[in-house]
């Protein structure tokens, strides 16, 4: 028995199969990463942040991820790596080494701040009211502050790319499952129209056969040998999962 190939909407189902396995597999990853990261810095207290400059080359490359512990201002070190908020820009975050850390008599820790690859250390304003003040950064010895307990090359620039195409991907492959579905609704309704033709036509009696009324001893009936080839042509093409 020759078994035809596939057709063309087959195919297109069998490859819509398999990219959208490979569309959920990489969503799943993703997910499980993000979250495993997320969950670690909500148990253990740290914060992520991904280093676009590279002002701390070569202990931080571009692109590398920096996972912070708060700790008390008071506690910080000169050579310990913090991460905060740039003056009168809040919405940038810096990632320097301390030079120098002293106690002022206000009681507030003066912090001096460089970046390994810079020429000169940072002069932040004071005062962001009146241009041209700068000094060290100010933080109230109980304060808060953000201290890199772990440096990760690469890992920043990844997770961004993963924050960005993991709703793209999970709508593609949502779209493409749904797309999926209605395909194999329609080859079912195919299968279930040329099942049904097949077994109207086994009904069907020649006029012949039912003009004759006797036959020999053993023999087959006409109309139970008409449909065979029918049946049989129907029951290959179902085994070979072909559309009628």
């Known amino acids: 028995m020759i078994v035809p190939p596939p057709s063309v909407a087959r195919r297109i189902i069998r ?5 959208f396995n490979l569309l959920t597999a990489a969503v799943v990853c993703a997910a499980i990463v993000v979250s495993a990261l997320i969950g670690f810095t909500l148990a253990t207290g740290h914060h992520m942040e991904t280093v676009v400059t590279g002002s701390m080359r070569p202990q931080i490359p571009i692109g590398s991820l920096v996972v912070t512990q708060r700790v008390p201002a008071g506690q910080l070190q000169p050579g310990n790596i913090i991460a905060f908020p740039e003056p009168c820009n809040p919405t940038r975050v810096v990632v320097h080494r301390i030079v120098a850390a002293s106690l002022s008599n206000t009681g507030l820790v003066q912090i001096h701040t460089k970046g390994d690859a810079n020429p000169v ?6 005062n962001c009211a009146v241009p041209g003040t700068t000094g060290a950064l100010a933080r109230n010895a109980a304060g808060l502050t953000d201290r890199v307990s772990y440096i990760v090359p690469a890992a920043g620039t990844v997770l961004d790319v993963g924050r960005r195409i993991a709703l793209p991907l999970l709508l593609l492959s949502g779209g493409i499952g749904i797309l999926r579905m209605g395909f194999g609704e329609v080859q079912l309704y195919h299968r279930r129209r040329a099942g049904a033709s097949a077994l109207a036509r086994l009904n069907v009696i020649p006029d012949d056969v039912s003009a004759s009324t006797t036959r020999e001893p053993g023999a087959v009936p ?11 042509a129907v029951l290959a093409a179902r085994a070979a999962g072909t559309d009628w």
């Open 15 to 19: 490859l819509a199969g398999y990219v």
């Open 121 to 126: 250390a940072d002069n932040w304003p004071v």
């Open 222 to 232: 006409h109309a139970a040998v008409a449909p065979l080839p029918a049946l049989s």
